[in-house]
């Protein structure tokens, strides 16, 4: 008799658990790593391993955009020898908080991605926290580029060559202020804290995060990049 009262009390403990369990993961997804991406969802410890293995899914990786409804447009693939991208997106400010500049830059969908998730839980809330407005334009030197690692003539081609990268200049906010990271990064003043939330910020989200604290080669952008250790979760920020 007792062992029976035993078994009943397990048999109530395992469903209760099991009911819990998949009414957290309906309401965290994003805590669990076998759920679909949604780029409406908070960030959680798994979003980065998630976004990057978009650059397998582009048919995938597109339809999250257009989801989320940005209205980022595909682009033709293009292709440069070692170099190119078959899952382009322009990046436009519909259905954006924020628009960049120069305007039309073109990044890998995972990108896209990834900086419209970075532009919601990161950057607006760290520009109202510290600076009292919002940001309207985020100034880039672009994405796609040719070329090897730190611009050498031989060894490993950089994320950029693949538009797997973007480098953020600076931001300009909605009351005409601007905020630059070759200028503001040590100032010590609300700007650099800032630069340096937004920073923390894109590391749960790309593979590497690199400023201008980890060289003088990264003194005047943010570097952000979906390189192919991110599918494993693994990434780098300084």
Not at 26 to 39: C, F, K, M, N, S
Request: net charge neutral; hydrophobic share 40%; aromatic share 8%.
């Amino acid at each position: 008799m007792r062992a029976a009262l035993g078994w009943v009390v397990f048999l109530a403990l395992a469903v209760a658990a099991y009911h819990f369990g998949r009414d957290y993961v309906r309401r965290h997804p994003e805590q669990v790593p076998w759920t679909a991406l949604d780029l409406r969802d908070p960030v959680g410890p798994f979003t980065l391993r998630k976004l990057a293995k978009l650059t397998e899914q582009p048919a995938l990786c597109r339809a999250l955009i257009s989801q989320a409804e940005l209205e980022d447009a595909p682009v033709a693939p293009r292709n440069s020898g070692q170099c190119g991208y078959a899952d382009g997106m322009r990046l436009t400010s519909e259905g954006r908080s924020i628009g960049y500049a120069p305007s039309g830059v073109v990044t890998s969908c995972p990108v896209a991605a990834a900086l419209s998730l970075w532009e919601r839980s990161a950057v607006q809330p760290a520009a109202e926290r510290h600076l009292g407005a919002r940001v309207a334009v985020i100034e880039h030197a672009g994405s796609y580029s040719c070329r090897r690692l730190y611009g050498r003539s031989e060894g490993a081609f950089s994320e950029h060559a693949t538009a797997d990268a973007f480098d953020v200049l600076g931001f300009r906010l909605a009351d005409g202020r601007r905020i630059s990271v070759l200028r503001d990064w040590t100032d010590g003043g609300p700007e650099a804290a800032f630069l340096h939330e937004v920073r923390n910020g894109a590391c749960p989200l790309f593979a590497t995060v690199l400023s201008p604290d980890y060289n003088a080669a990264h003194s005047d952008h943010l570097h952000l990049d979906m390189a192919e250790r991110g599918k494993m979760g693994w990434r780098v920020c300084n």
